[in-house]
């Protein structure tokens, strides 16, 4: 049974930064891209970074360049995003999820077969 678990979220101020992680389980972590995607009151969910299994070159939004790293511990099957400069328009419920396909990443949410639960991020001007 695939489980993601997210944490690390929290209340912070403008310009702080927080690191989120997403415990994976129920299948072979290092075989599959993860992403990272946001989804703000009242909008939509959007895409925020993504990685290859391998951990290749990341995608990320063009809001997060330059401000936020996704990573990957394959031995701790855990993903990762750190976040600096923070600003209040990052106010958002975070989600990681799994790609459906072998290795590849994707920005896409169709991609996506498995979400975790979310973890709240509150940015205060």
């Known amino acids: 049974q695939v489980q993601l678990v997210e944490s690390g979220g929290g209340v912070v101020q403008a310009g702080d930064s927080l690191r989120l992680s997403c415990a994976a389980s129920?299948?072979?972590?290092?075989?599959?891209?993860m992403s990272w995607f946001r989804q703000a009151p009242g909008k939509e969910r959007e895409f925020v970074a993504a990685?290859?299994?391998?951990?290749?070159?990341?995608d990320y939004t063009d809001s997060v360049k330059g401000r936020f790293t996704i990573s990957r511990d394959n031995a701790k099957n855990t993903l990762y995003l750190r976040m600096n400069s923070l600003t209040p328009e990052d106010t958002a419920v975070y989600y990681c999820?799994?790609?459906?396909?072998?290795?590849?990443?994707?920005?896409?949410?169709?991609?996506?077969?498995?979400w975790g639960k979310g973890t709240l991020v509150t940015v205060s001007s």
């Open positions: 990685i290859s299994a391998g951990g290749g070159i990341p």
């Open positions: 999820g799994k790609v459906r396909s072998l290795f590849s990443r994707s920005r896409n949410p169709y991609d996506i077969d498995y």
């Open positions: 129920g299948f072979t972590f290092i075989q599959y891209g």
